[in-house]
Structures are given as structure tokens and as C-alpha cells.
Nanobody, 115 residues
């Protein structure tokens, strides 16, 4: 059974940084595409960034140049380094693991950017 557990969210001031982590269990994550999504109140869930099993990355235009996704296959973990945070980055951030059209979600971690 796949389990994804996100951590690292919290309250940060505009311009600040946070690093999210998503630890996977029940799978060998190196065979999976991994991604970060977010959902703000009243909005649809949207892709933030993803990384293939081969290490290729993709970013939403709104976070390009500010966020960095990375993975540590030995630790079965994917990270999202978020810099220069803006109030509009406030959302619940979810981790997703995908392989062969089958996917699993984590429970989410809240990120709030406010002064």
C-alpha cells in the first residue's frame, strides 16, 4: 500500500523560504513520477512541479525560478524548495506519486504566506 507523508509546511512572511518533504513508503519511488500540487481555498488543485523517474523536471509558470523540485531515491523522498514566497502561494500542498497511470496522493501540508 502506497503511503505519502508531506511535511515542512507552515507560516512564513512574504519573501521567505520553506522546504517541503514528501516521504514515500510501500513503493520504490525511483520507479515513479513524483509531483507537488497545491489547492487554495475556492480554487482547483493545480500542478506546481513534477519530476520524472529519470530526473526531468517541469514547473508551473507561476513558480518557475522560485521553486525547485528534487528527489532522493535512497530516502524515497521528494522535496520542494520554495523561495521568494508570495501571498498567492498560500495553499495546501499535496504530493503525488504516479506510475503506469496509477497514482496516489498524500494528505497535504498547509503553507501560509502572510505578514
Amino acid at each position: 500500500q502506497v503511503q505519502l507523508v508531506e511535511s515542512g509546511g507552515g507560516l512564513v512572511q512574504p519573501g521567505g523560504s520553506l522546504r517541503l518533504s514528501c516521504a514515500a513508503s510501500g513503493i520504490l519511488s525511483r520507479f515513479y513520477g513524483l509531483g507537488w500540487y497545491r489547492q487554495a481555498p475556492g480554487k482547483q488543485r493545480e500542478l506546481v512541479a513534477d519530476i520524472t523517474s529519470g530526473g526531468s523536471t517541469n514547473y508551473a509558470d507561476s513558480v518557475q525560478g522560485r521553486f525547485t523540485i528534487s528527489r532522493d531515491n535512497a530516502k524515497n523522498t521528494v522535496y520542494l524548495q520554495m523561495n521568494s514566497l508570495k501571498p498567492e502561494d498560500t495553499a495546501v500542498y499535496y504530493c503525488k506519486a504516479t506510475r503506469g497511470g496509477v497514482y496516489s496522493w498524500g494528505q497535504g501540508t498547509q503553507v501560509t504566506v502572510s505578514s
